[in-house]
Structure formats: structure tokens, C-alpha cells
């Protein structure tokens, strides 16, 4: 091979001694720079030792930077790696430091390189974790449509409960507008409970009353769906063939046998 196809298989790869110990050493310089962010955000860490972490950084970015530029020469299909997740999150990483030539403070948003962490399953095969993360994959889009419908339900009704409490309670109780009551409901509504701005009058405190009951149900109901959807994505596939003997459906995927008679099932299986 030449040298592309070798740094390619050291890259992309990890079935090889090599490869495993590049995506190793990838992971350790992940959370290296990661931790030098969080330090550098510390205001006695970044006094004493600015110009330290300021160096580290750009080494770290250097580095990734360098890397990236490898993986776009090295990849069989640059677009395709570039347009993946793993491609734009790697893109994100580096444009951080850069970013704060111009933008004062935008080098923090370098914690993004924690999702490159996310590589952890593929390099140790992690095979059973990815499976289960599938399973969630498919519970959130089979959820989609409902909770797309409850948060534009929930939307209407902070809009409501937000436009009567500007009316009950009005500016002198901190309601200047109706943005502001909204914000109230939602904070209400969510039982964060901020208390920068609170009902005054016997009316506008009744009304949060039910507002903040009304919340402890609203909470409910998106867990409920993604939990009942998620079980469904980890329920195996149902088999449809009846015993011609007893009739008995609901069989395992891989019986050969009636579950109730004992009967030899048929070998054509109809799976939903």
C-alpha cells in the first residue's frame, strides 16, 4: 500500500495495534484540551497561568488541526467524511481557537471536543452500547410527531396562561408585558421556580397554583411517550405464523415448534 492507504487504515481503523493505539492517544489528547478549557474559564487558574494554557491550546488545535487535514487527505470519500457527524464535529473543534483571533472568548466553546469522546464505542468495539444507542435512535424519531404536538400544545398554553396573568397581576407586580408573563409561565410551568417574578394579588396566585399542578403532569407526558416508544424499538419482532394445528400465534422469531401443541411450525415467517 501506499503512504495514503496505510495513514488511512491508522486513521479510520482500529484492527490493527497501531490504529488502536492512534485512537488512544486521540482520546487522551481530547480530554487533555477539554480539561484545559474548564481550567482556563477558573479566574485564579487563568491569572497565574494565562499564558501556559494559552500555548496548550493552540498546540492542541495545531495538532487536531492536522489531523483533520489527514483524515480529509486519507478518507475515500472526502465529501461524504466531511458532511458526516463525526467530520462536522471534528471541523468544530479546531474553529474555536482560530475564532478567538477575532471573537474575544469564543476559544470556551472547545468543550465541543467532548463529543469526539463519542469515538470511545468504535475504538473499543463497543458493539452492545451502540446497539442500545440505536434503540434510542429509533424510540426519539418514532416519538417525533407526538412530542412536535405537545410542545406546540405546551407553547399555546404559556401563551394563554402568560397573556391572563399580564391582565390579572399588570406592571405593578413585575408583569410589565406579556413576553415577561410567559417567561413566568414557563418558568412556572416547568417548576423551575426562579422567583424573579412572582403573583401579587389573591387571583394571580390562584392561578399559579394550578399552573404549578398542571406542570407536574406536563413533565410526565414527554417521558411517558419516549419510554413506551423505546420499549417498543427494543421489543423483538413480533411472528405472525399460526400453529396449523391449534391456531396459537405469538411465537419466538426462531421457533421451529408450537409454543402450546408442540406441532412443527412452517418455515415461512411474516415478521412486522
Excluded at 32 to 38: D, I, T, Y
Excluded at 153 to 167: A, E, F, H, K, P
Excluded at 213 to 233: D, F, H, K, N, Q
Excluded at 245 to 253: D, L, M, S
Amino acid at each position: 500500500m501506499n503512504l495514503r492507504d496505510q495513514l488511512g487504515d491508522i486513521i479510520f481503523e482500529t484492527n490493527t495495534p497501531l490504529a488502536r493505539g492512534f485512537d488512544v492517544a486521540l482520546l487522551v489528547a481530547i480530554l487533555a484540551s477539554v480539561s484545559l478549557v474548564l481550567l482556563e474559564s477558573v479566574a485564579s487558574v487563568r491569572a497565574q497561568y494565562v499564558e501556559v494554557l494559552r500555548a496548550a491550546e493552540w498546540g492542541f488545535t495545531i495538532l487536531f488541526t492536522v489531523e483533520y487535514g489527514l483524515r480529509l487527505w486519507t478518507a475515500r470519500k472526502p465529501w461524504a467524511y466531511a458532511r458526516s457527524f463525526y467530520g462536522v464535529i471534528d471541523l468544530l473543534a479546531i474553529l474555536p481557537t482560530y475564532a478567538s483571533l477575532f471573537i474575544a472568548g469564543s476559544q470556551y466553546l472547545l468543550v465541543v471536543r467532548a463529543l469526539r469522546l463519542l469515538r470511545v464505542f468504535r475504538v473499543f468495539k463497543a458493539v452492545r452500547y451502540l446497539g442500545e444507542a440505536n434503540v434510542l435512535g429509533r424510540a426519539l424519531r418514532a416519538s417525533r410527531e407526538k412530542i412536535t404536538v405537545f410542545l406546540f400544545t405546551v407553547l399555546t398554553l404559556v401563551l394563554v396562561i402568560g397573556s391572563i396573568m399580564y391582565l390579572v397581576e399588570g406592571p405593578e407586580n413585575g408583569f410589565d408585558s406579556i413576553p415577561i408573563a410567559i417567561y413566568w409561565a414557563i418558568v412556572t410551568l416547568t417548576t423551575v421556580g426562579y422567583g424573579d417574578v412572582a403573583p401579587g394579588t389573591a387571583l394571580g396566585k390562584a392561578l399559579a397554583s394550578v399552573v404549578m399542578i398542571l406542570g407536574y403532569g406536563i413533565i410526565a407526558v414527554p417521558t411517558g411517550i419516549v419510554t413506551t416508544e423505546i420499549s417498543r424499538a427494543s421489543r423483538p419482532p413480533r411472528d405472525l405464523r399460526a400453529c396449523s394445528q391449534c391456531g396459537a400465534t405469538g411465537h419466538e422469531p426462531d421457533a421451529r415448534y408450537c409454543r402450546k401443541c408442540g406441532a412443527e411450525l412452517e418455515e415461512e415467517v411474516e415478521k412486522t
